[in-house]
T-cell receptor, first 111, second 116 residues
Framework: GQQVMQIPQYQHVQEGEDFTTYCNSS?????IQWYKQRPGGHPVFLIQ?????EVKKQKRLTFQFGEAKKNSSLHITATQTTDVGTYFC???????????FGGGTRLMVKP | GAGVSQSPSNKVTEKGKDVELRCDPISGHTALYWYRQSLGQGLEFLIY????????KSGLPSDRFSAERTGGSVSTLTIQRTQQEDSAVYLCASSSRQGRAKNIQYFGAGTRLSVL
């Protein structure tokens, strides 16, 4: 079945440093979504990418969907303590029948 | 309701007892997912309901786990003869299959299950 993998599992950064998490799918995706889960909270939708090579920005966050629609990345510029949490990617395959989550990347930011 | 509602928010039970966890999805959402999340871990997919189709039960870890979705709305996850390793947060999410929010999952706050 479809597998979605994320690296790294954990990342410690100093406040102000940049951070990137990578997502790879075993199959071509029709779209990819990103979610953020704050400590003690539940995952909350951030963004959806649909087109090959698409890049979207939300303030300091940049999301990219690969040309082959099998990988994606989330880059945070100049991290802040409010960025702490686990970032999940999730993809839907071309059959469009189910969303599959990656294992998540847990970001810790030292002030 | 305005969001996905799960109850109870916390459940403490004794090993060997049965528990029922409830999820009330966003009105009109045809897709409903159950996940399990152990402390500091990722989302473990359990089961997926889509409209009137047969549910995808491929993530259920054992036959002690079952789930129902009655009338295409409320869902109940049942764990029989609970074990200590069942202790986790159980998350429910729902999504629509149409419109601008198509396939975006909205999560409930979860039920924290502790098996003593």
């Amino acid at each position: 079945g479809q597998q979605v993998m994320q690296i790294p599992q954990y990342q410690h950064v100093q406040e102000g440093e940049d951070f990137t998490t990578y997502c790879n799918s075993s199959t071509t995706l029709s779209n990819i979504q990103w979610y953020k889960q704050r400590p003690g909270g539940h995952p909350v939708f951030l963004i959806q990418l649909v087109k090959s090579g698409e890049v979207k920005k939300q303030k300091r966050l940049t999301f990219q969907f690969g040309e082959a629609k099998k990988n994606s990345s989330l880059h945070i510029t100049a991290t802040q303590t409010t960025d702490v949490g686990t970032y999940f990617c999730a993809g839907i395959n071309n059959a469009g029948n189910m969303l599959t989550f990656g294992g998540g990347t847990r970001l810790m930011v030292k002030p | 309701g305005a969001g996905v509602s799960q109850s109870p928010s916390n459940k403490v039970t004794e090993k060997g007892k049965d528990v029922e966890l409830r999820c009330d999805p966003i009105s009109g959402h045809t897709a409903l997912y159950w996940y399990r999340q152990s402390l500091g871990q990722g989302l473990e997919f359990l089961i997926y309901f889509q409209g009137n189709s047969a549910p995808d039960k491929s993530g259920l870890p054992s036959d002690r786990f079952s789930a129902e979705r009655t009338g295409g709305s409320v869902s109940t996850l049942t764990i029989q003869r609970t074990q200590q390793e069942d202790s986790a947060v159980y998350l429910c999410a729902s999504s629509s299959r149409q419109g601008r929010a198509k396939n975006i999952q909205y999560f409930g706050a979860g039920t924290r299950l502790s098996v003593l």
